[in-house]
């Protein structure tokens, strides 16, 4: 009676079969391969895998061409008719024409992998016309495949969001186990131009030698980020119901409660990848725990006055240094007013509010206002006014008094933003420690940043070379090469490169003693982390 698609006997065998009616019905179970429109039928040629299901058999996988007679139905009745779907068919013979066979019911086993199918197909499914089996990928990584379905189904239409995750679950279509087409999924990897290769070339000479007389910088190899000898422990890396953390003061930020709305906690991530209880747990806390031990180990005994987050956003660092520094004072400068506005309620929630600032505004705004007011020859004078100018900002936005600023620390600071705090730190001549995001994006205008300008060009004997390439292609290269996440190797040399860079100019134009580290590579690929002190 033709093949069964091995997709899963299992879960064929639990699915409730439909009554196939008249006694000379024989079943179908296969491919979809081609559907054609005659005259007076539609004609589905349906390709059986080489493996039936209930008698454990190997058979030859020969399509039959199955009608579906058009004076019964005026359209085709079966609308998830795409082409490469799985499909179980009930058929007889006609009784005119004994070559022909006649289609009693289609029945949907796996849903095609064309991108239009998979999106009817989850409104099916959450309407209940079909079971969610016909996904399989709706239960990877454990999910709930309904709760998957309705938080699909709640991101914006249309949407980016929305498109990634419809396209994760083709990708499953296409390449899971018993699929409905057995190639993988096509990946392009990232390209590296022949002349882009002269600089990886360039660099890696620089890392082995260190030192090069050529280039006014030096190549740093991060070292493994240094942590305060005595720091809190606890772990936080299992998923917990957020709802069972209690709100109210902590002494620890491991033991406060995630920064997230509870009835978002199982909720899909931005990329898709994990929910969003899972991203907050095993990726973003840990480097935030990360990022506090090593301001503890900065400091030592003592603790700062007044700590500036660059593009903070929802506070998760911010708050998280305000409990762990009791006596500091903690300000957010960034421009997402929802965000912060978050920010300000998980403080409130804490009860650590009172020693927070959420101030709403472009980081390259207050810079350039600060540089515009504070037009003096003396350095001190400067300084003063610079610290002046941030306490009346913090002032305007609900704080009486602040305390001079002590720290800048950014965790993922996008682009340039990372270069903005770096000069941010060196304006007002205080520590910083940075975690630097994205290399190609946000470009700001009002800087230059420092390795923009230290970016090498070629050795010395590779003047023709040289010649050939524009000088701003280097740059633009180099940040390429660092966001080429499909070859670590390549972007680890680039990111090195940038931020020994960035190290380098604030060294030589604010005397800092600056060292790269880096933090475990499991929580994120952006896990540079730059330290300087005075």
Known sequence: NGGALDVNTKEV???????????????????????????????????PEPYHAESGKLIQPISKDISILRSAHTTLPYDFLFLSCIIRVSYRQDEEDETRLIADHVE?????????????????????????????????QGHDPMQHVKDILALPNPSRRRRLALARLVRGLEKGPGAAVDKPARVRPSYI???????LEELEKLRDQKTSEQYEWNWMEPKQLAIASEVDETSN?????????????HSSPNQAPLNIPADTFDQLSYHNKHTRGEYMNNKKMPQVRRMVQRIKALFGASQPCHIVDVGGGRGDLATALAIAFPSA????????????EAGREYAAQLECEDRMNFVCSDMEEVMNDMMSRTEHDSDRDRKEEFMEYFANLGRSNGCDSLPPVDLVVGLHA???????????????????????????????????PAWKIYCPLVSQGEEEKAEEIPKDLYPKSLGRLAEIDD?????????????????????????????????ELKSSSRNLVLVGSR
């Open 108 to 140: 949907l086993i796996r849903s095609s992998p064309d991108p239009i199918a998979v999106a009817l197909a989850v409104d099916w499914i959450a309407e209940g016309k079909h079971e969610w089996r016909i996904i399989p990928a709706l239960s990877d």
């Open 237 to 249: 890396d299992q998923v917990v119901e957020q709802k069972a953390e209690p709100y109210g003061p």
């Open 487 to 519: 070859n670590p190797q390549v972007s680890r040399v680039a990111r090195v490169a940038i931020n020994s860079m960035r190290l380098h100019g604030m060294k030589e134009a604010g005397g800092y003693s600056v060292s790269l580290e880096e933090y």
């Open 329 to 340: 004072h903690v300000s957010v400068v960034d421009k997402n007013e929802p965000s912060l």
């Open 414 to 448: 996008c682009g340039d933003l990372s270069d903005l705090a770096l000069a941010f730190a060196l304006q007002l001549g205080v520590p910083f420690v940075l975690c630097p995001c994205c290399y190609t994006k946000r470009y700001i205008n009002s800087i230059t």
């Open 193 to 199: 131009r022949p002349k882009e290769w002269l600089l």
């Open 13 to 47: 065998a639990s699915m409730e079969k439909p009554v196939w009616e008249g006694s000379d019905t024989n079943v179908l179970v296969g491919k979809l391969v081609r559907k054609k429109k005659r005259q007076d039928r539609w004609v589905l040629a349906v390709r």
